[in-house]
């Protein structure tokens, strides 16, 4: 089996919120992009979509940056819907993900580059050029805005924007992502690719 094999059946396994035709799908966008550059996501949980990434990346040669607070999301915090208490760090009293994410992306070390830090804090640092793009991050209207503002002006022309938990039909889910899916095509810079569920992959034409 190789090291790619290896990673996709790592990603399969791996706990996350990722249905497995949509992890495959990410990963198909990652292998066929043209441009040089990285794979970056924001939002990184317990590492699952990493995985997918990083087996994009050992087959190309690029690496994938995760950044990630691992404080978890909104939904994320005591009293709401997927909230974990076993993730919950004894000694500060916070969700704390990282151990989680370690023990997943540990089969794609020297691969996954791991930044923990608020999306927005790092966004000014970043200078090199985006291959791809995944948005992943908190689907609150103002994260999910505020993710877009910070890092979609980095995707290089011809790169992909990859956005998770799009839904157009409220019913289905939040409309967080679904806006920033909007207001990416309303710029008349992106092409719409095939999309695989509820993960959309957008082209970045100029």
């Known amino acids: 089996m190789s090291r790619a094999d290896e ?3 790592a990603a399969a396994a791996a706990p996350g919120f990722m249905p497995p035709d949509e992890g495959r799908a990410l990963h198909e966008a990652a292998l066929a992009v043209g441009v040089p550059g990285p794979l970056l996501e924001i939002g990184s949980w317990m590492g699952k979509s990493a995985l997918y990434l990083a087996a994009a990346a ?3 040669g690029r690496t994938v940056v995760t950044v990630d607070h691992h404080r978890g999301s909104e939904e994320h915090q005591p009293g709401w819907e997927y909230h974990q208490p076993e993730l919950v760090d004894p000694g500060t009293g916070l969700l704390d ?3 989680s994410f370690r023990r997943t992306v540990h089969p794609a070390e020297g691969v996954v580059v791991a930044v923990v830090a608020r999306s927005e804090v790092l966004a000014p640092l970043w200078t ?6 995944f948005l992943d991050g908190s689907h609150t209207e103002e994260s999910a805005r505020r993710d877009q503002d910070a890092w979609v002006g980095k995707l290089a022309v011809g790169g992909t924007l990859a956005i998770h938990d799009v839904f157009p039909d409220p019913a289905d889910g939040g409309q967080a992502p679904f806006g920033v899916h909007q207001r990416a095509m309303a710029t008349g810079e ?3 690719l095939p999309g695989t569920g509820s993960l959309r992959l957008l082209r970045r034409d100029r």
């Open 190 to 192: 992106f092409t719409e």
């Open 128 to 133: 090199t050029p985006l291959a791809l793009l």
């Open 7 to 9: 990673l996709l059946a």
């Open 58 to 60: 050992v087959q190309t």
């Open 97 to 99: 993900t990282l151990p």
